[in-house]
């Protein structure tokens, strides 16, 4: 059993920057890969990043491509996603989620789940 836990939203004005983290617990392989969505109010949960297990490998969606990276520190089994000149837009609960041997981008592939942290962004 795999459990995941997310950490680090809050409210932040518009040009600012957050850094979430997801420590994950329990029995993680090496082929996971770990990913980012983001459910805005009255819209689907939406990608953000993905990033494979080793970390060598890393894809985002073209709307936080240049401002959100995102990373992985396999000794802690955490990973993070750094979101900087955020945009009103970017406000929503991010979820972290995993992926067993896959590298897709469509949430109903994950097999794990964070409870989700929220980001605001004020105009």
């Known amino acids: 059993q795999v459990q995941l836990v997310e950490s680090g939203g809050g409210l932040v004005q518009a040009g600012g920057s957050l850094r979430l983290s997801c420590a994950a617990s329990g029995r993680l392989f090496s082929t996971y890969s770990m990913g980012w969505f983001r459910q805005a109010p009255g819209k689907g949960r939406e990608f953000v990043a993905r990033?494979?297990?080793?970390?060598?490998?890393?894809y985002s969606a073209d709307s936080v491509k240049g401002r959100f990276t995102i990373s992985i520190e396999n000794a802690k089994k955490t990973e993070y996603l750094q979101m900087n000149s955020l945009i009103p837009e970017d406000t929503a609960i991010y979820y972290c989620?995993?992926?067993?041997?896959?590298?897709?981008?469509?949430?109903?592939?994950?097999?794990?789940w964070g409870q989700g942290t929220q980001v605001t962004v004020s105009s």
């Open positions: 990033i494979s297990g080793s970390g060598t490998s890393t």
């Open positions: 989620a995993a992926v067993r041997d896959s590298a897709s981008t469509d949430n109903v592939a994950y097999d794990y």
